[in-house]
């Protein structure tokens, strides 16, 4: 299986300059990016595997003395490539707010508790079925600076490696249903409306443990797609 | 056919979680911190090669530092191997050399590596690549993130480079990593000029 990345793929993804969001304005490349092919250079990418996890590494709630407050989720879900094929054994890291919407991080002066039980910060290595699983609490929303009374929606960010260095992914999960969302210019600046929903994850009643915790479900697609008579590689 | 899931920033606080002992200050309290899986020396003991090490400023569009940055490289190793099954070219004499590596930037948008100068590498029509390092940049207000490549000024190859050759004469310089002395190792400078005047060269891949 020789996997080609097709630039046609990222057709979806958010604008570089998305005044909107007021960050992107001096921070977006204003030249022209230089096309050039694929070399193995791109075609090749970090591995990550099993040995980059530790048991518990994916479980948010036991790495402290006591369980952090706010609502036990489960978030679970499966890495595909462009053909539904699942990655295997790729690293996926997240990091978030607690349940009061405050990250341990200095810059974050949201008057918010911090809990002294969470950190926010997890991974986990997919299986060979490209799965993987999450146990922590759902995140808060938060304030930003962005505009008058601008709120984050309650978000997980995700990263994702894939099978090379161009398959790198850096998104958000959302939580279906948020009241936020046609308010935030971040989750806005993908401006289709079906890819926007890729990064809302579902709720999965299946999997949610009685008495226990709710469950999510955010599938995850990467670029790579196996190469057809009609998609020759550029060299 | 799945579509790929969209892109979003990687926002101000990623450093507890992707790199916690790098060179942002973000622990608000030691009971918070959390291991590395990736850090910023590339360095591994069977690493063959001249040790190097990488170090800049990330820029915005009005010059100023990018103190939120997160800056990963890939690269080859001293002999011009990737640590990566497309490589088919055999066994990798320095096996446990990853070749990546991710460095958040500090107050003063100032990002750092310890690495190992790569080799050269195959290009397009099995002709040699200068060597270089591919850059990748994410930062609050980069919904995206963008792609560079280093190459250091003191190879002739760059002169009949594939990659460099593509890019406008008069930007070429911004992919040049230049040589100053510090101690025992070299010691390369590579600035990232987000937007603006003397604008990095991003590569669309």
């Given at each position: 299986?020789?996997?080609?990345?097709?630039?046609?793929?990222?057709?979806?993804?958010?604008?570089?300059?998305?005044p909107?969001?007021?960050?992107?304005v001096?921070?977006?490349?204003?030249?022209?990016l230089?096309?050039?092919?694929?070399?193995?250079?791109e075609?090749?990418?970090?591995v990550?595997?099993h040995?980059?996890?530790?048991?518990?590494?994916?479980?948010?709630?036991?790495?402290?003395?006591?369980?952090?407050?706010?609502?036990?989720?489960?978030?679970?879900?499966?890495?595909?490539?462009?053909?539904?094929?699942?990655?295997?054994?790729?690293?996926?890291?997240?990091?978030?707010?607690?349940?009061?919407?405050?990250?341990?991080?200095?810059?974050?002066?949201?008057?918010?508790?911090?809990?002294?039980?969470?950190?926010?910060?997890?991974?986990?290595?997919?299986?060979?079925?490209?799965?993987?699983?999450?146990?922590?609490?759902?995140?808060?929303?938060?304030?930003?600076?962005?505009?008058?009374?601008?709120?984050?929606?309650?978000?997980?960010?995700?990263?994702?490696?894939?099978?090379?260095?161009?398959?790198?992914?850096?998104?958000?999960?959302?939580?279906?249903?948020?009241?936020?969302?046609?308010?935030?210019?971040?989750?806005?600046?993908?401006?289709?409306?079906?890819?926007?929903?890729?990064?809302?994850?579902?709720?999965?009643?299946?999997?949610?443990?009685?008495?226990?915790?709710?469950?999510?479900?955010?599938?995850?697609?990467?670029?790579?797609?196996?190469?057809?008579?009609?998609?020759?590689?550029?060299? | 056919?799945?579509?790929?899931?969209?892109?979003?920033?990687?926002?101000?606080?990623?450093?507890?979680?992707?790199?916690?002992?790098?060179?942002?200050?973000?622990?608000?309290?030691?009971?918070?911190?959390?291991?590395?899986?990736?850090?910023?020396?590339?360095?591994?003991?069977?690493?063959?090669?001249?040790?190097?090490?990488?170090?800049?400023?990330?820029?915005?569009?009005?010059?100023?530092?990018?103190?939120?940055?997160?800056?990963?490289?890939?690269?080859?190793?001293?002999?011009?191997?990737?640590?990566?099954p497309?490589?088919?070219?055999?066994?990798r004499?320095?096996?446990?050399?990853?070749?990546?590596?991710?460095?958040?930037?500090?107050?003063?948008?100032?990002?750092?590596?310890?690495?190992?100068?790569?080799?050269?590498?195959?290009?397009?029509?099995?002709?040699?690549?200068?060597?270089?390092?591919?850059?990748?940049?994410?930062?609050?207000?980069?919904?995206?993130?963008?792609?560079?490549?280093?190459?250091?000024?003191?190879?002739?190859?760059?002169a009949?480079?594939?990659?460099?050759?593509?890019?406008?004469e008069?930007?070429?310089?911004?992919?040049?990593?230049?040589?100053?002395?510090?101690?025992?190792?070299?010691?390369?400078?590579?600035?990232?000029?987000?937007?603006?005047?003397?604008?990095?060269?991003?590569?669309?891949?």
């Amino acid at each position: 299986m020789t996997l080609i990345f097709p630039k046609e793929s990222l057709s979806a993804f958010p604008k570089h300059l998305t005044p909107a969001y007021r960050s992107t304005v001096k921070r977006s490349p204003s030249k022209p990016l230089i096309v050039m092919p694929h070399t193995l250079s791109e075609l090749t990418g970090p591995v990550y595997g099993h040995d980059a996890v530790q048991e518990g590494d994916n479980d948010l709630t036991k790495q402290h003395k006591g369980e952090p407050l706010g609502e036990r989720i489960i978030v679970h879900g499966h890495v595909y490539d462009e053909d539904k094929r699942p990655v295997p054994d790729t690293l996926v890291e997240i990091w978030q707010a607690n349940a009061c919407g405050r990250y341990v991080h200095n810059v974050d002066q949201h008057p918010a508790p911090l809990d002294p039980n969470f950190t926010g910060a997890g991974r986990a290595v997919t299986d060979k079925n490209g799965y993987y699983k999450f146990v922590t609490v759902k995140p808060g929303a938060y304030p930003w600076g962005n505009h008058h009374n601008a709120w984050r929606p309650n978000h997980i960010h995700f990263s994702v490696f894939g099978y090379s260095f161009v398959t790198r992914l850096v998104t958000q999960m959302y939580f279906p249903g948020d009241p936020l969302f046609p308010f935030d210019p971040i989750f806005n600046s993908v401006t289709d409306e079906k890819a926007r929903l890729r990064m809302v994850s579902s709720f999965d009643l299946e999997n949610t443990v009685p008495d226990w915790a709710l469950c999510f479900r955010f599938d995850i697609v990467l670029r790579g797609r196996e190469q057809t008579p009609t998609h020759t590689e550029k060299h | 056919m799945s579509e790929i899931t969209p892109s979003q920033t990687v926002g101000p606080f990623f450093a507890y979680g992707l790199a916690p002992h790098s060179r942002c200050d973000w622990q608000p309290s030691k009971i918070y911190d959390w291991k590395d899986t990736v850090g910023a020396d590339l360095v591994t003991p069977d690493a063959s090669g001249t040790r190097i090490r990488i170090e800049g400023r990330v820029l915005d569009g009005d010059g100023l530092p990018i103190n939120d940055a997160m800056i990963e490289i890939w690269q080859a190793d001293g002999q011009g191997r990737y640590a990566h099954p497309r490589d088919d070219r055999g066994a990798r004499p320095n096996s446990k050399f990853k070749g990546f590596g991710r460095s958040s930037t500090d107050k003063a948008g100032v990002y750092s590596f310890d690495t190992i100068k790569p080799g050269s590498v195959p290009g397009p029509d099995g002709k040699p690549q200068a060597p270089h390092i591919v850059v990748c940049i994410f930062s609050r207000g980069m919904l995206r993130q963008v792609y560079t490549r280093i190459y250091f000024a003191d190879e002739a190859a760059n002169a009949a480079d594939p990659i460099l050759a593509l890019v406008p004469e008069e930007r070429r310089g911004t992919l040049i990593a230049h040589k100053g002395p510090q101690g025992n190792v070299s010691l390369y400078t590579f600035d990232i000029r987000v937007q603006g005047d003397n604008e990095t060269v991003f590569f669309d891949i």
